[in-house]
Nanobody
Framework: QVHLVESGGGLVQAGDSLRLSCTGS????????IAWHRQAAGKEREFLAV????????FYADPAKGRFPVSRDNARNTVYLQMNDLKPEDTATYYC?????????????????WGQGTQVNVSA
């Protein structure tokens, strides 16, 4: 099972950008589809974006479409979420998850590997 660590969160102002990283270890990273999810205080976890094993297949939820492109570098065992034009409603803890199945990892309740999360705070 792959071990995941997220990084890149922080406090920014509305309109700023951040790039989150999800780095894996302990297993062959390219065997996993990776998804980004987030959870705001008092809300359920929601899916944002998924990328397939070699990066050729991607899918986005509405909050991420056009603003949060996802990419991966398997040589670095890392998936990125570039977050542009951030809004206060993007404030949340951001998690990455890994599953062999592209379809299963999209679920915010998937039973794959999860990182510990990285906090993003966007001020107005």
């Amino acid at each position: 099972q792959v071990h995941l660590v997220e990084s890149g969160g922080g406090l920014v102002q509305a309109g700023d950008s951040l790039r989150l990283s999800c780095t894996g270890s302990g297993s062959t990273f390219s065997n996993y589809a990776i998804a980004w999810h987030r959870q705001a205080a008092g809300k359920e976890r929601e899916f944002l974006a998924v990328i397939g094993w070699e990066g050729g297949r991607m899918f986005y939820a509405d909050p991420a479409k056009g603003r949060f492109p996802v990419s991966r570098d398997n040589a670095r065992n890392t998936v990125y979420l570039q977050m542009n034009d951030l809004k206060p409603e993007d404030t949340a803890t951001y998690y990455c998850a890994a599953e062999h199945s592209y379809d299963r990892v999209i679920s915010p309740f998937n039973r794959g590997s999860w990182g510990q999360g990285t906090q993003v705070n966007v001020s107005a």
